[in-house]
Antibody, heavy 125, light 113 residues
Framework: EVQLLESGGALVQPGGSLRLSCGASGFTFGSEAMTWVRQAPGKGLEWVSTITSSGDGTYYADSVKGRFTISRDNSKNTLYLQMDSLRADDTAIFYC??????????????????WGQGTLVTVSS | DIVMTQSPDSLAVSLGERATINCKSSQSVLYTSNNKNYLAWYQQKPGQPPKLLIYWASTRESGVPDRFSGSGSGTDFTLTINSLQAEDMAVYYCQQYYSSSRTFGQGTKVEIQ
């Protein structure tokens, strides 16, 4: 059974930084691309970032490009999201998700098929 | 980015009746080389993460009841829930994965009438 467990969510001041982690089990982590999706309180889903299985390719939403960095450690079955220059509109539940299908450094039309329970990030002074 | 627009924003359906949700993309999500539509549907119940229901526009994920079905191609898609059950009360999202910059529809809330 696929299991994804996010951690690291917290209350942080505007302009601050935070690193989210996602521990994975139940599948061959190093063989699958991984994704972060967020959901602001009471709002819809917003794709944030995707990383290829090897980590050699990364993709970002325009809203976070230059501020967020996705990475992974396949030896630890862990996905990360480093978030810098946080703003109030970054307040959201952040979900870690597993991908299925083709994704490489030039194109990534893979399917998001399993989601974690999410971790809450609140940006406020 | 490809813009995904769902309609309606919400609908109330009686138990046992049919619910129909539409999703329109601002450009085609049909990949002609393999004739596949890169369109998925997700269900999100309150306090839970989304759950994959349908992919390739019409393929049901394993374990999803057959009252859920997807159809459409190119830019226009539909999720149909036949014989609505109480446990189907949720928000439903379409998503395109044709572009590496994935986008979701705004969501459709299905309530029991």
């Amino acid at each position: 059974e696929v299991q994804l467990l996010e951690s690291g969510g917290a209350l942080v001041q505007p302009g601050g930084s935070l690193r989210l982690s996602c521990g994975a089990s139940g599948f061959t982590f190093g063989s699958e691309a991984m994704t972060w999706v967020r959901q602001a309180p009471g709002k819809g889903l917003e794709w944030v970032s995707t990383i290829t299985s090897s980590g050699d390719g990364t993709y970002y939403a325009d809203s976070v490009k230059g501020r967020f960095t996705i990475s992974r450690d396949n030896s630890k079955n862990t996905l990360y999201l480093q978030m810098d220059s946080l703003r109030a509109d970054d307040t959201a539940i952040f979900y870690c998700a597993k991908e299925r299908g083709y994704c490489d450094s030039s194109d990534c039309p893979s399917l998001t098929d399993h989601w974690g329970q999410g971790t809450l990030v609140t940006v406020s002074s | 980015d490809i813009v995904m627009t769902q309609s309606p924003d919400s609908l109330a359906v009686s138990l046992g009746e049919r619910a129909t949700i539409n999703c329109k993309s601002s450009q085609s999500v049909l990949y002609t080389s393999n004739n596949k539509n890169y369109l998925a549907w997700y269900q999100q119940k309150p306090g839970q993460p989304p759950k994959l229901l349908i992919y390739w526009a019409s393929t049901r994920e394993s374990g999803v009841p057959d009252r859920f079905s997807g159809s459409g191609s190119g830019t226009d898609f539909t999720l149909t829930i036949n014989s609505l059950q109480a446990e189907d009360m949720a928000v439903y999202y379409c998503q395109q994965y044709y572009s590496s910059s994935r986008t979701f529809g705004q969501g459709t809330k299905v309530e029991i009438q």
